[in-house]
Each structure stands twice: as C-alpha cells, then as structure tokens.
C-alpha cells in the first residue's frame, strides 16, 4: 500500500512539473511588437568641411520593432529606424543628411531575475540616407538617395513591468557607410529608452 502511494505521489509530481515546464516554454514563444527613441549619432568622416562650419551631429530618433521570442533566450526581430539628421552649415554651404535603416538580428538574452534580463544582438541593416546641399550665393543645389547594407550590434536590457508588457533599454550600432559621391562616411548609431508588448 506504502509503494503504491509512493509511485503514485511520484507520478503526480512528475506529470505537474512536465505541465508547469510546458507552460512555462508556452509562455516564453510568440511574437512581440514595440517602440523606442532616444538620442541618435549621425557622425560624419571624411569630408572637407569649410572653415567656419558649425556641425550637428545629433538627433532624437525613433524606432518601431517586432518579432518572435522562439526560446527564453533566443529571438529573431525586425526594426525601421529613423536616425533624425546630420546637419553641417557655413556662410556659403548647407548641407543636411537624413538617415534611416532597417534592420533584422537575431538577439540572445540572459536572464538575472524572473523580471530583469539582459540581451545582445547581431545582424544586418539596410541603410538609407539622402543628401541635400545648397549654396545660394552661386546658385547651387544637389541632392542625392543611398542605400547601404551595414552591420547592426547592440547591448540592451529588459525590465518586465507585467506578464505582457516591458520596458527596454538599449544602445544599437549602425556602422559606417558611404554618403553623396564623395569619400564621406556617416556612422549611426541610436541609445533607446521604449516599450516592448507580446501578444
């Protein structure tokens, strides 16, 4: 009667926690949807400024962002970015960059506590940028559309504020491409503060 009992406790025990482990697994999968901004860098290299010119290398940017949460660790995302602008002015040239992206990772998280992780991803961007510059004086005017494939890394972390809702910081890198028809680079990259929602 004893060993009975027992097989039977035992058998309870493990069909709970094969239930509990399934459940669990089930609510790590699914896919998940959000929005960001922060402080975007727009640098420029390579260029020959004019003597005098006053530069803006910074923009508030704005992402949105979704994706599937395959395992408590992995997950694969897509993301459009907007970078804002670079911004370069002297007494007898204006020159502006808007840059943008999007991009797809693959983003590999660790877990500290059952509220707070941290992650890390790696993937590919396409970037797009259009240049516009002017000098009135002389009646000059060009403008031009890029698109350049980049690497995209970054570092972030995640704060569960309900089962379905967490805030995420992150800081992504855009790497470097070429802009206009020149040897000018742009180099992106965007610090975030948003929100992240799995359905």
Do not use: H
């Not at 009992?5 to 669990?24: E, H, I, N, R, Y």
């Not at 992402?63 to 992995?74: A, E, I, L």
């Not at 491409?177 to 020149?182: A, I, K, L, N, P």
Request: with cysteine; proline share 2%; hydrophobic share 40%.
């Amino acid at each position: 009667m004893f060993l009975r009992t027992l097989k039977l406790s035992t058998f309870v025990c493990a069909l709970t926690a094969g239930v509990c482990g399934s459940s669990v697994a089930a609510e790590a999968q699914g896919w998940y949807a959000g929005v960001s901004a922060g402080y975007a860098q727009n640098k420029a290299s390579g260029i020959n400024f004019l003597a005098g010119t006053s530069k803006k290398e910074s923009d508030t940017g704005f992402k949105v962002f979704g994706g599937y949460q395959f395992t408590p660790n992995w997950a694969a995302e897509l993301e459009a970015v907007d970078f804002g602008k670079f911004q370069a002015d002297s007494t007898f040239l204006t020159s502006r960059v808007k840059a943008s992206a999007i991009g797809a990772s693959v983003i590999g998280s660790y877990p500290l506590s059952s509220e707070f992780s941290v992650f890390g991803k790696l993937g590919a961007a396409a970037k797009f940028t259009k240049v516009d510059e002017s000098a009135p004086i002389i009646g000059y005017k060009y403008s031009q559309k890029k698109t350049s494939g980049s690497v995209l890394a970054g570092v972030g972390a995640e704060y569960k504020l309900s089962a379905q809702l967490s805030l995420r910081a992150e800081y992504e890198y855009f790497g470097k491409t070429s802009v206009g028809e020149t040897t000018g680079k742009l180099t992106n990259s965007l610090a975030s503060l948003g929100l992240r929602y799995s359905f």
